[in-house]
């Protein structure tokens, strides 16, 4: 058994991915990076189309592991105060007394984000960095451990507003959530028009914190941390590592913050794995939901038909991965 995860550990985490794929059919790797994103503290923006269950994973996870949860649907006409709270004035007593907005939860859903006019969208800058909103100049912290998980439909433009990028960067993950499979879509049927499946609570909110604790013991080979500062740095100056026609397609490449979410993914990638050290596929698998986000392409970029996805690709091909750590380093790690 690996020194970072006990049987314990293992067999929670294996509880609740079971108590949420009763009710969640499919989407695997969704809910593994629900799960990456959770492990690692990160937040998760999601997109994909209509009733692919992106709601109803995030409120049964928030059932098994009996937290908060709360749903913000955003629309035009919503404010900040409808977000992180108000202060609201008592004329019986003359005083203001402040009430806490929806944000003060520890799985925050935020459904259709890209519905709501920028300065909304900016009013969850603060917390998603530093945990705490301000209201009237006084800090209050939400509570532990918290994840913002935002969703966009990526079909309907009318009437929607792009994300500010400093709320983008924010994002450890942009995961695109796909079509099920004829088979699971039949078992989704299946399920939906039988019985209720009733969810049990696995975990605490406590014991989720423990599980975030462990996955920073997880031991990641500093060559490693290397190949993500070189994926990071190739976005930015493609020209430095052979890529030099990549240039001219990328306006602005990615910001510390990815190669940060490139080694926590790592690490949580691992854990879930049943590891106590990260291996250099942990961090491949998870590049492409890490910097998708982060690359603005140029209108060359644009006017060639390309997308980030395909860029990424060719990063991950010019920059070679280190080799897996050796069995005796493996050990004193």
Partial sequence: MNSTETPDTARLMEQIL??????????????????????????LLVEGVPGLA??????????????????????????PADLV??????????????SLGPVF???????????????????????????QVTIAGESHKVPSPFLVMATQNPIETEGTYPLPEAQVDRFMMK?????????????????????????????????????????????VDPSLVQYAVKLVSATRAPEKHGIKDMAQLITYGASPRATIGLVEGARAL???????????????????????????LS????????????LIARIVKAVPAPARPLEHEKKVA
């Fill in 54 to 79: 992106k709601t109803l994973t995030v409120k049964t996870l928030a059932d098994v592991v009996q937290g908060r949860f709360k749903r913000i649907q955003f629309t035009p006409d919503l404010v």
């Fill in 85 to 98: 709270g108000t202060r609201i004035y008592n004329q019986k007593t003359g005083d203001f007394s402040t």
């Fill in 18 to 43: 079971y108590e949420v794929k009763r009710v969640v059919v499919g989407q695997d790797r969704f809910l593994e990076r629900v799960m990456v994103a959770m492990l690692a503290q990160g937040h």
């Fill in 270 to 296: 691992a854990m879930l794995r049943g590891r106590s050290y990260a291996y250099p596929e942990d961090m491949v698998d998870i590049v492409p939901d890490v910097l998708r986000h982060r690359l603005v």
């Fill in 299 to 310: 209108y060359e970029g644009l006017s060639e038909g390309l997308d980030s996805d395909a």
């Fill in 175 to 219: 995961v695109l959530v796909d079509y099920p499979t004829d088979e699971e879509e039949y078992v989704i049927v299946e399920r939906v028009t039988g019985p209720a499946v009733q969810v049990n609570a696995v975990a605490t909110t406590d014991q989720l914190a423990a599980l975030q604790a462990q996955c920073r013991q997880v031991y």
């Fill in 105 to 131: 939860a520890n799985l925050l859903l935020a459904d259709e984000i890209n519905r709501a006019p920028a300065k909304v969208q900016s009013a969850l800058l603060e917390v998603m960095q530093e945990r």
